[in-house]
């Protein structure tokens, strides 16, 4: 297993960081359910090949994910890195159980550390920004929970470049503790974090963590235009309303991955993954795994690299259309 610096932080955090998220289909946004004993054989085997670095959020199953989480790892809860966020609506009829005040945060990292079974969290993370909150409560909010111990490092995910900006540069100003990880989706498919977010995090030294680098699971392979993706997989259950891309590109891409794979004796999903993690601005891989064997199979990418002529093949048939101003801007680069 690779190991990198989650961004500027000296925290070591394996290359492939394990989901949480499909533990359970209970609650918001959840892609399937698994059997506990399965859960634990998923975990058991991520430990045994070296993953040291566990995503989860408390909106997840309304904690569930966080439970199962904290029980499946067991007496090993301590010997790893678990982040997990605070922000999404835990009851619909508490208006103050949702967002990024001091109070909610506050509540949230209590609960947070009961369901996971710890005495503190490793990386805490907002997990979008909160229109109805000033950005200067949440930071001061986190900065105090730093000093008692409960969190160890900071995070957010889902922000624009400006927000992020934003807010380190409050955080530089008042001297607090400075995020370290910025998660976001990132994919063949999904690469417009590259026109303003990835600058921002270079800039001001948060590392990206890559979720759904799979597209939902389009990009497995299992899907082309011959056999579109059926009604009750992940990616039609789950991933369809947010992950926006077009289907001639993305069937395209998927026939380019299977002539890949086959160079590298690898699967699609081993040759995507491998893409998002050649790329320097990340600093580990969340995949989402419903069974051991795509566990299995997901891993395989950590085994070998792509070639740097097939890493650049894969950019330029994927290159998004530069936005403005990005495309003006390169007009004077050189000047």
């Known amino acids: 297993m690779e190991y990198r610096?989650?961004?500027?932080?000296?925290?070591?955090v394996s290359v492939i960081c394990l989901g949480a998220m499909t533990f359970t289909e209970k609650g918001w946004r959840t892609a399937g359910t698994m059997d506990f004993s399965e859960i634990k054989r998923v975990v058991d085997y991520a430990l045994d090949n070296g993953i040291n670095f566990f995503d989860t959020a408390d909106i997840y199953a309304f904690g569930e994910s966080e439970e199962l989480l904290g029980k499946a790892l067991g007496n090993k809860k301590n010997d790893v890195i678990i982040a997990t966020k605070?922000?999404?609506?835990?009851?619909?009829?508490?208006p103050n159980n949702r967002g990024l005040s001091r109070y909610h945060i506050f509540r949230s990292v209590d609960n947070s550390l009961k369901r996971l079974g710890r005495d503190y969290i490793d990386l805490y993370q907002l997990h979008w920004w909160d229109n109805h909150t000033p950005i200067e409560e949440t930071l001061e909010a986190l900065n105090d929970l730093i000093r008692m111990g409960k969190i160890r490092y900071i995070g957010i995910s889902d922000f624009a470049g400006w927000q992020i900006a934003r807010s380190?540069?409050?955080?530089?100003?008042?001297?607090?503790?400075?995020?370290?990880?910025?998660?976001?989706?990132?994919?063949?498919?999904?690469?417009?974090?590259?026109?303003?977010?990835?600058?921002?995090?270079e800039a001001l030294g948060l590392g990206i963590l890559a979720w759904s680098p799979l597209a939902g699971g389009f990009l497995t392979g299992k899907y082309s235009k011959d056999s579109p993706?059926?009604?009750?997989?992940?990616?039609?259950?789950?991933?369809?309303?947010?992950?926006?891309?077009?289907?001639?590109?993305?069937?395209?891409?998927?026939?380019e991955l299977k002539k890949i794979a086959e160079k590298y004796n690898a699967t699609v999903s081993q040759v995507a993954l491998n893409w998002v993690k050649s790329k320097s601005f990340i600093s580990s891989v969340i995949i989402g795994v419903r069974s051991l064997e795509q566990l299995k199979d997901n891993l395989g990418c950590v085994r070998w690299d792509l070639s740097q002529e097939d890493v650049e093949y894969l950019d330029q048939i994927t290159q998004s259309e530069r936005p403005?101003?990005?495309w003006f801007l390169d007009l004077f680069a050189d000047l």
């Not at 789950?238 to 891409?253: H, Q, V």
């Open 324 to 326: 403005y101003p990005q």
């Open 86 to 94: 605070v922000r999404g609506v835990m009851d619909e009829k508490d």
């Open 168 to 201: 380190v540069s409050i955080q530089e100003m008042k001297n607090y503790t400075k995020f370290v990880s910025a998660q976001m989706y990132y994919s063949l498919l999904g690469r417009d974090i590259e026109f303003e977010v990835v600058p921002a995090c």
């Open 229 to 255: 993706h059926p009604e009750d997989s992940r990616y039609s259950r789950m991933e369809r309303p947010f992950l926006r891309f077009d289907f001639e590109k993305g069937y395209f891409i998927i026939d």
């Open 5 to 12: 610096n989650l961004g500027n932080s000296g925290l070591k």
